[in-house]
Structures are given as structure tokens and as C-alpha cells.
């Protein structure tokens, strides 16, 4: 089967955009994509928008088909890809079947989100809407299934409270080099650690912030590829699996089954492993989830993710650098752009244009989360040779 | 490039489903479909949920990760596909890149909606919001759409107010005949040209009801479909097309951009044309609809669909059986569910379990429109040989 190539990224200033709507936020990366790569609007096969929540947040619908029409895209096929806080993941993955199965030779994903012109709780209700009703009716929200997980986590495996924080310190300093972070700021451990109580024993830093933001990348089938640029990368394996929706019925609280399942299909369809992997982008929408991710993929065994921080593991100059972009914690959490901002950053750590954030890796990972680990997508991608 | 089979299909009784919430709706097809086809849940690879609107309507989000939960199907990939009234036709699209890519080998679509609980008022606000925000901020809705171009069709034409009815005639009869649908009751011409004024010239049997219902469809490789049935369906050609969205930027207000882009990929690929297909279900959401798309798909001249609807050419027994399902007029437009139900009533045709419905058919088509045409796929399915 003929490979897959991303040949184009781009995304916007992540933060608040007061003015635009969904719309605008989406054009912007998505007409960025296509004036970089030298792609006409009007020769793309399929346009997909990772998008979880317009009508709630916007009361506005049928967005991707505005987005084709004001790209001038027409007649484009386009379509909504909605995984909750994994639709940018579930993004790469449709827009990887669109070329694989030979549906579109010219693929633009778009994932956006517009959500800071709602209050806090407006926000948290609606993202917390992801839950089953079985435990959505009894007021529990995601930061309450993080606080509950980070607890059970050091107190099994005796991890300490500082690691969690050494998470956030490590994700901000990363977003001071990133231009399109919402927070360019480092931030130290001692602010973290006394930040106010959110989710014990979770505090106000160990959570990503509420974001408007678009994210973009152009696919094609490799055959084609260099027709548009000599530097490019390649979706080597791509692999979704969901676990229980209902977060109490999980056998173990510190596993998730989605990161582990699609972890093992990426992985297989890759030919890779773990100790391939050079970079990864994981979904720390609360700090400890990268702990969780570090270990569902094999990065660290069961209850080590922690001590692998606390060492340096996972720091830019370290044997893994996790989330070079800031991560959501520092770069932001525009639902549906999110899972692609982790291949923006990816792609542009394989093509060297990273800018002061660069590493040196030929293979990189991405995870993204639906909900609660309810869903969850795992990409690889290496550079092409 | 291996062909992809549908092995199964069903769907619920459509209505209004007093005390179900999305989900319940959803898992009455999905299992109905599973079990009939012997497939076990949890042999799922991919799950699609065609679904608009859970969010708005029922202040619900993440409804394809409760569904997967609740039918005992992970840890299967879910994605919620939306392309707002053709979310089913674009869940078929998914379904057959899911299998043509090779991303899975066993993938569920269900597709579902949950409205009637709403007001009419709310409903139409909701669906509304598909259109683009310059056409939305100045009030109009679908059926405002659908009244002008009615107006402008009837005047250039020279066409009868009468045909538009006879459209409405016919799929109700046919409606009768369909134990899922909503309406099961023949409305005379009559009773439909003396029946309140929604937007002139259109009245309220021109328009297809407010719907709770679900349906599925089972996609598989076609290698392995006889392991499960020897009476199975082929999706021949498949594609989808957007128009522009907004709607008075089109040049001819007659021709649907959508159906006539997402036809031709569809006839292309199949290798079929419009004189091949014996059986067709198409988007009747508005009584004018049915003659567009008549037009647009190549079964009549410009301007000419009414006559042949006149004549008799898309009765039961006349030269292409339309809407024998009882169509969105008859049958209900639970507007997730519906581009799948139309897939369910080709595939029942085709396999020949239509009952009182059936015609003779070895080759179908189904015609699911987005919005007012804003973005269309179109389907074309064969016998199996």
C-alpha cells in the first residue's frame, strides 16, 4: 500500500483571539498550509475539520463547509471529525484513510477550536458533557477523574508530589520557544506547588488552559510528495482503541487501555518500538497524564514514569524529549486543534524547522486523548528518507 | 483495490421515541445489526456514529464512546462523522475508507438522532445553523431556502404545484409499506395542496416530519463477506462534493453543485451511469428536493424532472423506483440516521429483503444532502455477484 506523506504544517497564535470565530481561527492555519506547500484551494480532494464543539460553544454548525467555501476550495468533500479532546488525532487518522484508500490524492486536515469567550464554567460543564451519563448526572468533570487518578498514582507508587510538578516546569520552559504558545513563560516548581488546590492533589498549574486556536497539516500520497518539497515526513503507523466510558468500571486506574491498544497498533504498523521513538508529543491536558501515556507506551514500566522525569528523561537535552512543543499545558487546549498541534510539532521536529525547540530525531510519537482516556489516537511519523 | 461488502443492515422504528436518549437509540440498530450479521461486538475494528447534534439537542458529547462502551465493542476505534444532514452518507464514506485503506477489517456505522423531545422552533434554530453566518444573521432557514427555490423552479419551468404534491403522494404510499416509518398512512393530493403554507409556494407536505431514530450498516472486505452471508452488497462507487455554502452565490439556483460532483466521482467509479441504476433513495427533505436531484444525478434534463414524476417514472412500478423506503418524507429525517437508512433500503433491495417494497434491482443509488446542499455524497451499491 502506497505510504502517506505530510508535506505542509502550520498553526496560529494559541490564546485568546477575541474577534474571530471558529471560521476565521480555521482559515488562518488553513490557508497558511496551502500557501506554503504552493497547494490551490481548489485542488484538494478532501478537507477534514477536527472540531468537538461549535454549535455548543458558538451555536454555530456546518463549519467545515463553510471553512471549504471561504478557502475556495470547492468542491473539496469535507466533513467534521469528532473524537472530544481527540479529534485532532482522529483528524490524522481519517485523513490518513482518505489517501490510503485512494479516496483523495490531495488531503488539508484543519482542527480548530473557539472557547474563551465562555466562562470557565460554562466550559467545564460542556467539555465534562463527554462523560457517560452514569457518572456525568453525579457532577463528576475530567480535573475531578485527574485529581482521583493523581492521588491513587503516589500513593501506590510512592511518587512524589514534585514530579508531577517537574512536569509543568519542563512543558513551560518548552513553550518559551514556541511563538505560538499561549504561555511563553517559565514557571517554577515552588509557584506550582503552591498554586491553588483545583483537583487535590492537583493544583491550578498541573492543568492546561482554556484556548482558541487552530492547527494544520497537508497530506498526500508519497508518490507524489516531492513534487511539492524535498523535506517531508511519513505516517508510518496510526492506530485508535477506546477504553471504558465509564471511568470507574477500569480494572486499574493508573492504566489506559486506549493509549496502551493504539499505542500497539501504531507501533505494529510502524515496524518501531518504544526505544525508536526520538520524540514524543503527549496529551498532558493534566500533568498526570503524561505519566500515564510514558508508560501505557512503553516509555517507562508501570508506576517509573515519575522517577524517569525527576531524572531528566524526558528534557529537551534528555533521552526522550516529551512535549518540546510546551505541550497543552504551556502551548494550550483548543479542543480539536490540539491533537494536531502534536503534528505540527512533530512534523516540524522531522523536517528541522523547529526552530530553538529542535532535537535530533528521525521518528517521533504522538497521543492524543478523547475524554477522559475514553478514546485515545497514537500517530508515528518519521522524516523521509 | 479490494472491494468492500456491506453484510448487514437494520434500523429502528422511526417516530418519536419517548424516553430514549441518543445512545439507546444507537445500540437498537448497532446490536440489531451485529446479531443478525453474527458478528460479535467486540470484533469491531472501526465504530462511525453519524450523528449532528447530541450536543445541542441533548446537552450530550462523546455519544460514539458511550455507544462502543454500551454494545461491548472496544477496544474498537469510534469517531462521531458529521456533515450535518449527510452525516450518514459521509458515515458511509468513512466506513468505506476505514475498510479500503485497510485501517480495519470490521467496521460498524450507526448513525442516529434524537430531536423530537425539541421544539419546532428550536429545531429549526438548530438545524439553521448549518448555513453560512452572512445568510444566518439574517434569519433565513432550510425550508425559507427550499420556498424560493421551489418559487423560481415552478416559474421557470413552467412546472405544476401539482408535482411537487405528486411527490409527497408517492412516498407516502410508499411509506406504508415500510413498517419503520414514521408515517405508515397514504395522504392525497388534495389534502397536500390544501395543507397549511410553511414558505410559499411550499405547504406542510412538502416537508418531511421531525424524527428520533437510528439505522446501521455492516462494512467488511469483500474476501471475507461469505464467511458471513452469501446475500451481500457492494459499494461500487462512492464520493462526496461541496457547494458553496452560501447560497445565494450560486449561479443557477436549480442545480445542486453537490449532487452534481458527488454523482459524477460516484458514476466514475463505479463504472455505472444514471441508465444503469434500477433503484434510488434520494434526500427529500423538501418535495422541490427530490426534482433537483433527479437533475443533478443525470435521471433528467434540466427542468424536466417534474414532468417524469408526472408520468409516473419513479412510482414503484415505473421506470426508477425513487424512494421506495417511503423516503425523508414519509419515513422521518432523523438527520444523522437518514443518509444510513437510505443505504439500508438500497441494501435491502439489492439483497431482496424489501418485502412489500421490493423492486428489481441489481445496481442502487442514494443521494444524502448536507445542509441546503452545502456538501453531498453520493452512493452507488451492487448485488452481489
Known sequence: MER??????????????????IVDLLAEAGIECLEDAGVAADDLDHLYVSNMTSG????????????????????????????????????????WQSIASGASDMTLLVGGEKMTH???????????????????????TLPSFAGLTARHYLERFDASRESLGKVAVK??????????AQFQKEV????????????????????????????????????VAREYTDTY?????????????????????????????????AYEMSGYGPDDIDVAELHDMFTILEFLQMEGLGFAGQGEAWTLVEEGYTERDGELPTNTSGGLKSKGHPLGASGVAQGVEIYEQLVGEAGPR????DVGLCCNVGGFGNCVITTIMEAAQ
Open 188 to 223: 517554577d516548581l515552588e509557584t506550582i506547588l503552591e498554586s491553588p488546590i483545583v483537583a487535590d492533589p492537583l493544583r491550578l498549574y498541573d492543568f492546561c488552559p482554556i484556548t482558541d486556536g487552530s492547527a494544520a497539516l497537508l497530506f498526500c500520497p508519497e508518490s
Open 4 to 21: 502517506v506523506a505530510i508535506i505542509d504544517a502550520s498553526m496560529t497564535q494559541f490564546g485568546r483571539r477575541e474577534g474571530a470565530w
Open 171 to 180: 512543558n513551560h520552559r518548552n513553550g518559551v520557544d514556541n511563538p505560538h
Open 233 to 265: 515526513a511519513v505516517v508510518s503507523g496510526v492506530d485508535g482503541a477506546t477504553d471504558t466510558q465509564v471511568v470507574h468500571e477500569r480494572e486499574d486506574p493508573t492504566v489506559m487501555g486506549g493509549v496502551v491498544e493504539s499505542g500497539k497498533g
Open 358 to 361: 529542535q532535537v535530533e530525531a
Open 118 to 140: 465562555r466562562s470557565t464554567a460554562e466550559t467545564t460543564d460542556i467539555i465534562a458533557s463527554v462523560t457517560h451519563p452514569v457518572e456525568y448526572k453525579h457532577g463528576v
Open 56 to 95: 455548543e460553544f458558538e451555536g454555530q454548525t456546518g463549519v467545515m463547509n463553510a471553512l471549504v467555501h471561504d478557502l475556495g476550495g470547492m468542491p473539496a468533500y469535507t466533513q467534521r471529525v469528532d473524537q472530544t479532546s481527540a479529534s485532532g488525532g482522529a483528524g490524522i487518522y481519517a485523513a
